[in-house]
């Protein structure tokens, strides 16, 4: 399609509607005269001269472009006056006529221009000679023959406009016959110019014949002087139209209008019938072909330069000029030939070295005007701007798809999922709209285990997996490092969390990273509109906060509720408040009795934090533990809690009641590698034997993290003190852990021993717990220990210690030494005295 001219609207055959009648009026008036006066070939001399004239004045042509057409204003009134005034009728009809199809020969102009424009000189001049016949006789150059002449002359002008745009109409439309109509009004007045030029020559020719000579010298003169004032007015006028077309570009075009912008200015700023803009594909830009047509009202996407000379440009990066005034290019005319062009410039769009993209102009207004070299100047200027102007708005285009897009994935990034969610709130009001967020688990291991482009490749695979899985319907966007929202509309609550479970066992399957098949787990939070908020934000919120919530559950998907986001929002308020705990002394330390089961000898305790808030109350360990692991000030914690308990195990010991104490770690504290060292200051500081410290680990908290603790966990282990697996049988992989942890107890969650009084299975696994540690040379603590009954059951299974309420609950440093007091008495053994419980229950 790309050689193909598009159509033009009507037939240019509709043109004889006019053409016939002017020729028939032309022809009965010549036929009228002729026969009036049959001997005016005796005036062959003065015709010869004034169809000269005629002929140099239809050379001297000022060209008005109307649309797609141009106006040809032709000076002829002057030769006119003169033939009217000298000369019968017969030959002021033939002189013009005659002149007016030399001319159209010359320039090759088609069958049907040619015929108008011939008919139309013969009628116009046919026109004026009926006005002279109805006047009074013409007598002398006087006032009253100016007057006379004058209206001929103008009666001429009248019917040559009037015809013109009666032809534009049948030929194209209404609106370009009134466009044509305004524009050829501008010729009364060039028409009533020549007419008072046309006079005075009458005057002094009818004087003397001598007259002609000054008054060649004076036209010549006239002609020159008003060619250069054409001549400045056209350069004044183009570079004024070539300023505020780069205005337009520049304040315009980086918003995605360039070629509307570009392409209509440039077709009438170069008088040309086309105008095309070509860019070819790039990225993610795709290609680019518009064309401005002198008649159309949008913009094509075919164009009519031949493709050829568009190859050209682009190949050599320089202009290619095709027309009659450009000979270099003279092997291209063939191609202009088959596709029925005139004229074209292509002018290749320039970044650096490389070419972007090609302006091309097509067709030269006018039948008898082409393209010349200052025409391809004015387009290799626009051409640049026109360069700069793709290139930022590219530019423009990138950045702005760079802001709302994670480069890695491609996918929105935040701000563009915020927006999009206000959108479908905004839209979809009254109807449910899901935020479902993954947060992809064991990211962070595999960036450190096979660096940051294994991860990035894992991400890249989830977010392909995600879109793929997500439907047509939803929108798939990651808003930070491992986490992938998708929003949607659903039914209601059961059938998003149901969707919600789905798509994460979709993502479930293997991934290929590298060498490896990972199997990655994620975890899915659900907030819904309008059940959780209108506002985008607070629903990205709170489908994070029900992602975290559901890292703890075993099904690894979490519907919001309000109690995630207040407990949330109150650990936020308590950061400040506990630093201030934490540096005040607020913070108190209790201690919790741990008894041997076979003797109920006490033989510990362990060390608990607790914080009395002044205006929340007590809050609770979980609570402000998660609070100082987010604000870094866990060590600080850990500090607190391990000189408390040195200090008062010193003040214990130096008071002949000798106890050991048990400190929880924290995984986080455990990959700190200075927590070693600051233990063997304290201990040397408080004077307490390394063997009297116990460190719990949570094995939950060590999931993931003992390759990296393993280290740190030896040099404690080398510093003397005892280490304790806190909360065995909770994590996911407990025999491992007993073989790589350099660990001296074990400690059995309480949630088995509670109920191992009644539930077989509880039973089944402290049996099995106690069997195990025993196998590997373990002491063996047992948590919540309740009642008498579960206290038996470990003493026949074997179990060393026991610690929960049925011993004591956890108190503060003054009520445990009253608690020392009253429930236990001395007792020598062979290692020394120790404290024995009176009494149980």
């Given amino acids: 399609m ?28 010549l036929v009228f005269y002729w026969l009036a006066k049959p001997t005016w070939w005796h005036h062959w001399a003065g015709s010869l001269l004034v169809l000269v004239a005629f002929i140099i004045a239809h050379v001297s042509v000022l060209s008005v472009v109307v649309r797609r057409q141009a106006l040809l204003v032709v000076l002829n009134e002057i030769p006119l006056i003169l033939a009217i005034y000298f000369l019968p009728p ?35 001049t046919a026109a004026a000679l009926v006005v002279v016949s109805c006047m009074p006789h013409i007598r002398g150059a006087g006032p009253g023959t100016w007057g006379i002449l004058a209206a001929a002359v103008a009666t001429a002008t009248i019917v040559s406009w009037l015809s013109y745009a009666g032809v534009i109409t049948v030929v194209q439309d209404r609106r370009a016959g009134q466009d044509a109509l305004r524009a050829g009004s501008q010729t009364l007045v060039t028409a009533a110019i020549n007419i008072v030029v046309g006079l005075v020559f009458l005057v002094a020719l009818d004087a003397t014949w001598w ?35 780069t205005q337009a570009m520049r304040e315009q075009g980086t918003d995605g209008s360039l070629p509307d912008v570009l392409l209509s200015r440039v077709r009438t700023l170069m008088r040309a019938e086309y105008a095309t803009l070509w860019l070819p594909a790039q990225g993610r830009h795709p290609e680019v072909l518009l064309t401005a047509r002198v008649d159309g009202k949008g913009l094509l996407d075919i164009a009519p330069t031949p493709p050829p000379v568009r190859e050209e440009a682009i190949r050599s990066g320089h202009t290619i000029p095709v027309g009659p005034r450009f000979g270099e290019t003279m092997h291209l005319r063939p191609y202009l030939r088959d596709s029925r062009v005139k004229d074209v410039i292509a002018v290749p769009l320039r970044s650096g070295q490389t070419s972007v993209g090609c302006l091309e102009v097509i067709n030269r207004l006018g039948d008898a005007v082409t393209f010349r070299d200052a025409d391809v100047q004015v387009l290799e200027t626009i051409a640049a701007h026109a360069a700069v102007a793709v290139e930022n708005a590219r530019l423009v285009e990138r950045l702005r798809y760079d802001a709302y897009h994670d480069r890695l994935t491609s996918l929105p990034n935040r701000r563009r999922m915020i927006d999009a969610l206000a ?19 064991g990211l962070r291991d595999v960036n450190e285990s096979m660096g940051h482009a294994a991860g990035d490749k894992l991400l890249a695979e989830v977010a392909q997996r995600l879109r793929g ?26 059938e998003t969390v149901r969707l919600a479970t789905e798509m994460r066992e979709q993502l479930r399957g293997p991934m290929v990273v590298g060498s490896l098949t990972l199997d990655v787990d994620t975890a899915a939070g659900v907030a819904l509109h309008p059940d959780h908020g209108d506002d985008p934000d607070a629903l990205l919120r709170r489908a994070e906060l029900a992602a975290n919530a559901a890292k703890a559950l075993p099904y690894g998907v979490q519907l919001f509720h309000p109690a995630l986001e207040s407990r949330a929002v109150r650990r936020l308020g308590l950061a400040a408040d506990l630093r201030r705990a934490l540096d005040e002394g607020a913070l108190e330390v ?18 608990l934090a607790r914080w009395q808030h002044p205006a929340h109350g007590e809050v609770s360990p979980e609570d402000f533990v998660a609070v100082a692991e987010h604000t870094g000030q866990l060590n600080r914690l850990t500090e607190v809690v391990l000189t408390a308990g ?4 010193r003040e214990w010991a130096d008071a002949g009641r000798p106890l050991s104490i048990a400190v929880n770690l924290s995984a986080r504290t455990l990959l700190d590698p200075r927590f070693p060292d600051q233990v063997h200051e304290l201990l040397k500081q408080y004077r307490v034997p390394a063997g009297q410290v116990t460190f719990e680990i949570s094995e939950p908290g060590m999931l993931g993290e003992v390759e990296r603790a393993l280290p740190t966990l030896y040099r404690l282990r080398d510093l003397g003190v005892r280490l304790s697996v806190d909360d065995f049988g909770t994590g996911a992989s407990s025999l491992s852990y007993l073989r790589q942890l350099p660990v001296h107890e074990v400690k059995i969650d309480g949630s088995f021993v509670e109920g191992m009084a009644t539930d077989s299975g509880d039973l089944a696994i402290v049996r099995a717990v106690i069997g195990l540690s025993r196998e590997f040379g373990l002491t063996v603590v047992a948590e919540g220990v309740e009642s008498e009954l579960t ?38 053994t062979p290692t020394g005295e120790v404290r024995r419980l009176r009494a149980v229950g």
């Fill in 2 to 29: 790309a050689g193909r001219s598009p159509s033009r609207g009507r037939s240019s055959q509709y043109a004889w509607l006019i053409t016939a009648p002017l020729a028939l009026f032309a022809l009965v008036c």
């Fill in 90 to 124: 017969v030959p002021v009809i033939l002189a013009p006529t005659i002149a007016s199809l030399v001319t159209q020969l010359r320039s090759r102009t088609d069958t049907t221009k040619t015929a108008y424009n011939v008919a139309k000189s013969a009628a116009r």
């Fill in 211 to 245: 007259a002609a000579i000054p008054l060649g010298l004076l036209l010549l003169a006239m002609t020159f002087v008003l060619r250069s004032f054409s001549e400045f007015f056209r350069q004044h006028r183009t570079l004024t139209e070539v300023y505020e077309l």
């Fill in 423 to 441: 959108e479908s709130v905004k839209v979809r009001a009254g109807e449910v709209v899901a935020v479902m967020l993954f947060d992809v688990d």
């Fill in 469 to 494: 899985i997500a439907g047509p319907g939803a929108l798939v966007g990651r808003i930070g490092g491992d986490e992938f929202v998708v929003t949607l509309r659903t039914d209601n609550a059961e």
């Fill in 590 to 607: 209790h201690y919790q009795p741990k008894v041997s089961i076979q003797d109920r000898h006490l033989i510990g305790v362990e060390c």
């Fill in 646 to 649: 040195l200090r008062h195990c």
């Fill in 791 to 828: 206290l038996n059951l470990l003493a026949d299974l074997g179990c060393e210690i026991g610690q929960g309420y049925l011993f004591s609950r956890p108190l503060p440093v003054e009520r445990l030494n009253m608690w020392l007091s009253a429930q236990t008495e001395p007792e020598e």
